[in-house]
């Protein structure tokens, strides 16, 4: 049972560059999650879904879009990466608002 | 708004020693609370929850119970291992702007010495 899969596991991009987050799970979950992790932050909502086609924005939503075609799969584009996006970056899938969370293993993304 | 409020890290114990990681937290509404764990280069898991008020989550030998009235969520094992050693996150979750979203503390390292 693969869970939630996120590619790729790292990343170093140029200032300005763009690219997309890959997430997919398995679970047949309605809602998917964006988070960001900074050392000594705990975990930062960057966008979340709450089914095919929708969509909303967490606590830090500036510089990313979200697009949620599937059930299955929650792509996190960024444009025109800054330094200040440098973190990791975890997708999370739910059954349902208030049940446990499941993530996946990370992006570590690095912007220089 | 909501917020979780967890010890500051790190802590370091020897094996077998009882551990206790402060959390607390405000909230609106009624929440359900979540304890977390990250092992090195993972992601996130579920280690215990609680969705009312006296409610204790149990999972691993680690413990915490809902206090209501002291806003709490305190996790607590009585004799660590190594492999515990790990972050370990509180989190709440409530109902605001029409949808579900969990709020996390900053987490706490754990380090487990033989």
């Known amino acids: 049972n693969a869970g939630v899969t996120q590619t790729p596991k790292f990343r170093i991009l140029k200032i300005g560059q763009s690219m997309t987050l890959q997430c997919t799970q398995d679970m047949n979950h309605n809602y998917m999650y964006w988070y960001r992790q900074d050392p000594g932050m705990g975990l930062k909502l960057i966008y979340y879904?709450?089914?095919?086609?929708?969509?909303d924005k967490g606590e830090v939503p500036n510089g990313y879009n979200v697009s949620r075609s599937t059930t299955e799969d929650f792509p996190l584009r960024l444009e025109l990466a800054a330094p200040s996006q440098t973190s990791v970056y975890f997708c999370?899938?739910?059954?349902?608002?208030?049940?446990?969370?499941?993530f996946g293993d990370g992006t570590r993304l690095s912007i220089l | 708004g909501d917020s979780v409020t967890q010890m500051e890290g790190p802590v370091t114990l020897s094996e077998e020693a009882f551990l206790t990681i402060n959390c607390t937290y405000t909230?609106?509404?009624?929440?359900?609370l979540f304890w977390y764990v990250q092992y090195p280069g993972e992601g996130l898991q579920l280690l215990l929850k609680a969705t009312k008020a006296d409610d204790k989550g149990s999972n691993k030998g680690f413990e915490a119970t809902y206090r209501k009235e002291t806003t709490s969520f305190h996790l607590e094992k009585g004799s660590v291992q190594v492999s515990d050693s790990a972050v370990y996150f509180c989190?709440?979750?409530?109902?605001?702007?029409?949808?579900?979203?969990?709020?996390f503390g900053k987490g706490t390292k754990l380090s487990v010495i033989p």
């Open positions: 989190a709440l979750s409530d109902r605001r702007a029409g949808s579900y979203q969990l709020t």
């Open positions: 879904s709450v089914g095919a086609g929708i969509t």
């Open positions: 999370a899938s739910s059954y349902g608002g208030s049940q446990p969370q499941h």
């Open positions: 909230a609106t509404g009624y929440p359900s």
